[in-house]
């Protein structure tokens, strides 16, 4: 038997119109609440590579999907893509459910590992991509050749992409995935085997998409790269969200304590969150990751008589943030 709840609404207390409402969930382009997703290995062992993950993805937002191998990253995005059924808990795109038509239809997508049909041209496999996106025929070749010169493959379009290497593969990858213009871009290791000059023009793309409003949701190993485009950042391991927070906030509390000292020698034993940055001819320069660090360090060099020449502070990266909260943990 089922219960019915009723709720009571003062007078004086405005009703939220339907379209409002709508607006409102919008907000949350990307949903994804309690997700639980277990699979097999080949021995027939369970693994839960998702576990109770709660996130969202804001309209506007450049997100930064980050952790360790083996986190649940790909899985996750798997999820949303519809391409894998969770055992419980549940993911929205655009307030659909995750792999509906409607939602699908507004994304552009980049698996970790791209394959195309190896006889197939460049350009003939943007064309076949714009076929499945339903992009006019009389539209195609000039959206075609726009996307050709952002990636940097005009003049090598007429070749067979089986001769093509992973960074251009990549490349047209990346313009499939940013063909029509979609509302949500969701990628999985988007600088997979590109050079730096490669990286420039993905990074530039991206940041044009979120100059036009556009959301972008992605998985990276190249933390140098989310730094310099997320606004926030979502750390997960083990199928759960470790930490998230907005880019700025989180490079704020990243701060090394830098200790510049003689002698030369590094003393041995360093206490834990200290190291050793560089050993110069005339110094040695020790980083402590946070005040206990570095007053333990302080405590050792009284001990052994070194004599401190300069102390400062320096904004950390988000290298040392994964570190900090990950660890040293082999994946």
Known sequence: MSTITTTLIEPTTPMVSQEAARDRDMEHVVEIKNLCVDYRTESGKLIRAVDGLDLCVRRGEVVGFIGPNGAGK????????????????????????????????????????????????????????????????????????????????????????????????????????IMGEPDLLILDEVTSGLDPVARYDVRRILMDFKAKGKTVFFSSHELS???????RVILIDEGRVLKEDKLERLVDTIRRHVIKVKPLMPPQNLPEGVYVHAVHETHTTFTAEDELAKSRLRELLSQVGAETIDEYEEAGSLEDFFVRIIGHKVT
């Open 74 to 177: 790909s899985t996750t995005i798997k999820v949303l893509m519809g391409f894998l059924r969770p055992k419980s808990g549940f993911a929205k795109v655009f307030g659909e459910p995750a792999g509906a038509m409607k939602a699908r239809r507004r994304l552009g997508f980049l698996p970790e590992v791209a394959l195309y049909y190896p006889f197939l041209t460049a350009r003939e496999t943007l064309d076949m991509f714009a076929t499945l996106r339903e992009i006019p025929k009389n539209r195609r070749k000039m959206e075609i050749d726009t996307l050709l010169e952002k990636v940097k493959l005009m003049g090598r379009d007429r070749e067979l992409v089986r001769g093509f290497s992973k960074g251009m593969l990549q490349r047209v990858g990346i313009a499939q995935a």
């Open 225 to 231: 790269e989310v730094m310099m485009l997320c606004d």
